[in-house]
C-alpha cells in the first residue's frame, strides 16, 4: 500500500504526480498534480487511496470526491492534435506541466510516476510504480483517472456508437467494430498505429 513516507522525507510542499490515458485510440492524456496536507488529510481517506488500477470506478470516484475537499489538486491534458505533434510521451509530459502549473502553489518537489523525467517548473524525481508506492502519486493517479473517464463519457455522447462511456477509448473490440462500421473521428489518434491504418482504407 502507498504511504507517505517519501513525502515525509522530502520535506516541504511535494506533489504526486501521474497520467492516464497513454494507450487509448481516442481522447486527450490527462494528468493530476496532488499536493496532500498531512495535517487534515483524514485516516480514512489516507487508508483507502491506493492506486487507481486497483480499485473500483464507484472507489475511485468516492476517493476523488473527498480529495477535492482536502487536497491541492492541479489536471493537466493534451489533446489528440497535441498527440500527433509530439508524440505521445511529448504530450504526456505536456500534460504533466500543465497539471503542476494548475496547481495553486509551486510544489518544492514533484514525486513523478514512472523512470521518464518530465520538464517541470519544479524540482522532480521519478519513482517506478510509484502509485504503488507513494500517497500523493496514487491520489494523482485516482484524480486523473476519474477525470478522463467523465471527459469519455462526454465525448461517447458526442459521438455515440465507439463505447467510449465503457472502454475510455481504448482498443476494444467494440471499438474497432465502430470504427469499421463509423470510420475515425476528430477525437482519434490519427498517429496511433491501428487509426493510421484506418485512415489508409479511405
Request: glycine letters at 10%.
Amino acid at each position: 500500500m502507498p504511504d507517505l513516507r517519501l513525502e515525509t522525507e522530502a520535506g516541504g510542499v511535494v506533489a504526486g504526480v501521474d497520467e492516464v490515458g497513454r494507450g487509448p485510440w481516442a481522447g486527450p492524456v490527462v494528468a493530476a498534480a496532488v499536493i496532500l496536507d498531512v495535517a487534515t488529510l483524514p485516516l480514512s481517506l489516507a487508508e483507502a487511496i491506493d492506486d487507481s488500477k486497483r480499485l473500483s470506478a464507484r472507489r475511485r470516484r468516492d476517493i476523488a470526491q473527498q480529495l477535492r475537499t482536502c487536497a491541492r489538486i492541479g489536471i493537466g491534458a493534451a489533446a489528440t492534435a497535441e498527440i500527433s505533434a509530439l508524440n505521445i510521451l511529448g504530450a504526456t509530459f505536456l500534460a504533466m506541466r500543465r497539471a503542476v502549473g494548475a496547481l495553486d502553489v509551486l510544489p518544492d518537489l514533484a514525486l513523478v510516476d514512472g523512470n521518464r523525467l518530465p520538464p517541470l517548473p519544479c524540482p522532480a524525481r521519478t519513482i517506478i510504480k510509484g502509485d504503488g508506492i507513494s500517497l500523493s502519486i496514487a491520489a494523482a493517479s485516482i484524480i486523473a483517472k476519474v477525470t478522463r473517464d467523465r471527459l469519455m463519457v462526454r465525448l461517447g455522447a458526442r459521438y455515440p456508437g465507439f463505447g467510449w462511456e465503457r472502454n475510455a477509448g481504448y482498443g476494444t473490440a467494440e471499438h474497432q467494430a465502430a470504427l469499421n462500421r463509423l470510420g475515425v473521428t476528430p477525437h482519434h489518434r490519427k498517429s496511433f498505429a491501428p487509426i493510421v491504418k484506418m485512415l489508409s482504407l479511405y
